[in-house]
């Protein structure tokens, strides 16, 4: 799906009937948990989740936001997209893209900093050489 161009990263489930609220659409929230499933695929994907196993160094979520374009409603299947834009030093940007397949169109963007945390000291740290290199090969360049 052209929608997703640029995304390296892309994951595919049904709406739940369940997520939709009173108003019968799915609940703001929600949207936040589907921007996590893909960011965690993300992870899986460049090896970051065994790296901080090993290292105790690994991402935090320092903030995240969404620009809702229309409201998805069950039945549905939906598509989000992860891609890394902005790197810097100690973290990173990570932006987000959720396709609806029944409308063919997009239902919401956003994005979330991440930030590189050692957890074994609790602070902030520089960006794993291993995992910048592994966003960028991902990201094509």
């Known amino acids: 799906m052209n929608l997703l161009d640029g995304f390296p990263v892309t994951v595919e489930f049904p709406v739940a009937w369940g997520e939709m609220d009173l108003l019968e659409h799915v609940n703001n929230v929600t949207y936040f948990r589907y921007f996590e499933n893909a960011r965690i695929a993300y992870f899986k994907k460049i090896g970051y989740m065994e790296h901080t196993s090993k290292t105790g160094v690994g991402p935090i979520l320092a903030s995240t936001e969404c620009r809702y374009k229309f409201p998805l409603t069950y039945p549905d299947t939906i598509r989000v997209g992860a891609r890394v834009g902005e790197i810097y030093p100690d ?38 050489d291993v995992i910048r290199e592994r966003i960028e090969v991902l990201e094509g360049g």
């Open 91 to 128: 973290r990173f940007t990570m932006h987000y893209k959720i396709v609806s397949l029944r409308e063919e169109r997009v239902a919401a963007e956003g994005s979330g900093d991440l930030v590189s945390y050692d957890y074994n000291i609790g602070a902030k740290t520089p960006i794993p």
